[in-house]
């Protein structure tokens, strides 16, 4: 079983910055993906960004240029650090990863940006 922890949240004002963490229980170099999405209330999740086994990272387009995936083999953990933030990334980000194992899901950190 795998677990991923995300940490990180909390309230930002707008324009303001925040990085999320998300610890694995294994080493990370084993996801064929990892990911982050959001879901915010009353809406459905959906993908911030991913990052693949060969470092290639994705990004929605409403987060281009002010959010970046990466992470940290050595220490098991993916980041999303998020600069110029708007009151409409608020939401509960998740962790994602996929391994041969199957997808696993982190418990979510909630993200508040408001003034």
């Known amino acids: 079983q795998v677990q991923l922890v995300e ?11 925040l990085r999320l963490s998300c610890a694995a229980s294994r080493m990370i170099f084993g996801f064929s993906t990892m990911a982050w999405y959001r879901q915010a209330p009353g809406k ?5 960004a991913t990052i693949a086994s060969g470092s290639t990272t994705n990004y929605a387009d409403s987060v281009k240029g002010r959010f970046a ?11 999303l650090e ?16 996929v391994t ?10 909630q993200v508040t940006v408001s003034s």
Do not use: H
Not at 7 to 17: A, E, I, T
Not at 70 to 79: E, G, K, V
Not at 101 to 106: D, K, N, P, Q, V
């Open 82 to 97: 998020m600069n110029s933030l708007k009151p409409d990334d608020a939401g509960i980000y998740y962790c994602n990863g």
């Open 7 to 17: 940490s990180g949240g909390g309230l930002v004002q707008p324009g303001g910055s």
């Open 44 to 48: 459905q999740r959906e993908l911030v």
């Open 100 to 109: 041969i194992y199957g997808e696993f899901w982190g418990q979510g950190t």
């Open 69 to 79: 995936i990466s992470r940290d083999i050595a220490r098991n953990t993916l980041y």
